[in-house]
């Protein structure tokens, strides 16, 4: 593995970070580019955390804040209610389908996860099923990084350690269907893929299921994964037959990451809990959301109140951002470029596929497209592990100037996919920057590696 910079470390002997490497002490952004301390540029390919929706540097989001800050920096939850989250609140709840209009803040995507398995349970007991507390998740696939979002979260590396502490739940296999060599068309594929969750639901008793969590569209752990059309309102048959609750992990694909405000608004899904985070601040302020319907949230209030709080959950300068957010995404009309500018990207990963041929399956939606790396894409072969042939594309990349999204992931059909995912501010001539760049690392990985 390659350093990608060793700038300044004798700075900073007190961080320590879950990262390979050292980073670039980053200085300042604007737009789509970040600069480092030495005056590099960088296109920020992958938003960050495909959370900065609204780009770097905007100036309302700031202004907002600012605002904020001079007024109100803080009040307790428990004390005081404020304008920016019951605006916020109203903003959510506007946007959102199905009469999910019941909106919780929390700080961020892991503690939105958490909050939403919680609710759910709550809600069982509240609601006299006390027998059901099994949440059902998907492998592979990421739903964050504390104790309980662990338990749903299918990817061994992440989970090895901890299982002895937490609750690890049942998995099912995520919609892979373009590995799958059988007779089957895509759209029966996706029926099979739901039909799974039936079985599972079966094997582990009915009445001990509380809810399946699911990404819309599969993010960190698959790359940007559609499934067939057929495949949610299968699901969302499924939950009904059972009575089982179907939770959206929204965080990575929420706020019009993929051309619609909501990853599941592709396939008019009918989630019964929300989870929000990343885009929903555009990384101005740490800020998550649940956002669930009367039906889960009425017998929880009735009951007591919800069991859960943290101190900085509903924050005013947060909310400012978040509201600030949503202003900017309506005024410049993000949604709808994320679909634009998703289909000129859509269609230069196609063109990559041509000069490279090793790349393959390229999917995704709006301004969140992906991809994977194969031995032999025909025979869906993937390269051996011990390469880390998509981390290294990321460094290759980075020694570029580009930014793009990977990670490695253990369990279910593992391969190297990466991910580009530009702010959704994106404009033409900087998707042909991104994929210039891309392509030059590209290029620089087949030579390494032989491919
Ligand atoms: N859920 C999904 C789908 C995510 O992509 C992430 C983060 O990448 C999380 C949850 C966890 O969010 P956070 O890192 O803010 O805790």
Known sequence: MIAVQSVETDRRPNLFHFTRLQRPIVDRADGIYLWDKSGRRYIDGSSGAVNVNVGHGNRNVIDAMKRQLDRVS?????????????????????????GLDRIYFVSGGSEAIEACLKLARQWAVATGQDKRWK?????????????????????DILTKTFDAIGRPMPLVPAP???RDHDNLSTEQR????????????????????????VEPIGGAATAALVPPNSYFPRIREICDRYGILLIHDEVMTGIGRTGKFLGGDHWSCRPDI?????????????LGALAATQRIVGPVVE?????????????????????????????????ENSAIMGELLRGEFEALTRRFPFIADVRGKGLFMGAEIYADPLAKEPLPQGLNANLRLIDLAFERGLIIYSRRVRGGPVSDNFMVCPPLIVTSDQIGEIIAVLGDSLQALASELDL
């Open 274 to 286: 929300v989870a929000l985070s990343k885009g929903l601040s555009s990384g101005y302020a740490p």
């Open 303 to 335: 009951t007591g109140g919800f069991l859960h709080g943290h101190t900085y959950g509903g924050n005013p300068v947060a909310c400012a951002a978040g509201v600030a957010v949503l202003g900017e995404v309506d005024r410049l009309g993000l949604v």
């Open 190 to 213: 996706g029926i099979r893929y739901a039909d799974m969750l039936e079985e599972k639901i079966l094997e582990e008793g009915p009445e001990s299921v509380l809810a399946f969590v």
């Open 74 to 98: 803080f009040a307790y939850i428990f004390q005081f209610e404020n304008e920016q989250a019951i605006e916020l609140a109203r903003g959510l709840a506007d946007r959102l389908p199905n």
């Open 176 to 178: 892979f269907v373009h």
């Open 135 to 155: 949440i059902i998740g998907r492998m592979p696939s990421y739903h964050g990084v504390t104790i309980g979002t662990l338990a749903v979260t299918g990817d």
